[in-house]
């Protein structure tokens, strides 16, 4: 079957910095996004990785590793705004997305 | 950046009424629109998939005959509730594609409750 894990939630300082992981197991594979979701609210994109490296886009980093079915979101300098719902996605061979059940990440002062 | 807007934003209705929700691609030609559903503190779950002019694809354990979807251009989706329980109370989100565009863009999202 396909699934995607990453962990339920995770707790960091503001100012410092986090790794959020995320495994995949799918048939085929079209890219893997990641998405911030504020609660109640839509899913904004944050990034697309499809080939193995890393690609960073100002405070936001993502890393993909196609052998190893892996990917990490990394956020530095954390701010109290980043306290937020991130999802993981896989796009298999169908080009349909596989969702991750989200990492509820918590901002402390 | 490619905007989808999602209307209504939240909406009450009645045990037994029917409700609409209208996605529309602003800027962009939504060849395929997707149609998600939210519990609290879950993931989305996908309900189904359409494609511009032709009959959406549902996915498994969803009633088709209870959320009906049209697709009648290529910037508008519609996904109507019918005959609304309270258990169908949640958070519904559209998400809208073009076909060169890998990334899917989100509507706002609706949140029904059902009284």
């Known amino acids: 079957g396909q699934n995607i894990d990453q962990p339920t939630e995770m707790t960091a300082t503001e100012g410092a910095i986090v790794q959020i992981n995320c495994t995949y197991q799918?048939?085929?594979?079209?890219?893997l996004f990641w998405y911030q979701q504020h609660a109640g609210e839509a899913p904004t994109f944050l990034s697309y990785?499809?080939l193995d490296g890393l690609e960073e886009k100002g405070r936001f980093s993502s890393f993909l590793s196609r052998s190893k079915g892996y990917s990490y979101l990394l956020l530095k300098e954390l701010q109290m705004k980043d306290s937020a719902s991130y999802l993981c996605?896989?796009?298999?061979?169908?080009?349909?997305?596989?969702w991750g059940a989200g990492t509820k990440l918590i901002i402390k002062p | 950046g490619a905007v989808v807007s999602q209307h209504p934003s939240w909406v009450i209705c009645k045990s037994g009424t029917s409700v609409k929700i209208e996605c529309r691609s602003l800027?962009?030609?939504?060849?395929?629109m997707f149609w998600y559903r939210q519990f609290p503190k879950q993931s989305l779950m996908l309900m189904a998939t359409?494609?511009?002019?032709?009959?959406?694809?549902?996915e498994q354990g969803v009633e088709k005959d209870k959320f009906l979807i049209n697709h009648a251009s290529l910037t508008l989706s519609t996904l109507t509730v019918t005959s609304a329980h309270p258990e169908d109370s949640s958070f519904y989100i559209c998400?809208?594609?073009?076909?060169?565009?890998?990334?899917?863009?989100f509507g706002q999202g609706t949140r029904l409750t059902v009284v």
């Open positions: 998400s809208a594609s073009s076909g060169g565009e890998l990334k899917a863009f």
């Open positions: 799918t048939s085929g594979f079209n890219g």
């Open positions: 359409s494609n511009e002019g032709s009959k959406a694809t549902y």
């Open positions: 990785n499809v």
């Open positions: 996605a896989v796009m298999d061979s169908n080009y349909q997305l596989i």
């Open positions: 800027d962009f030609q939504a060849t395929t």
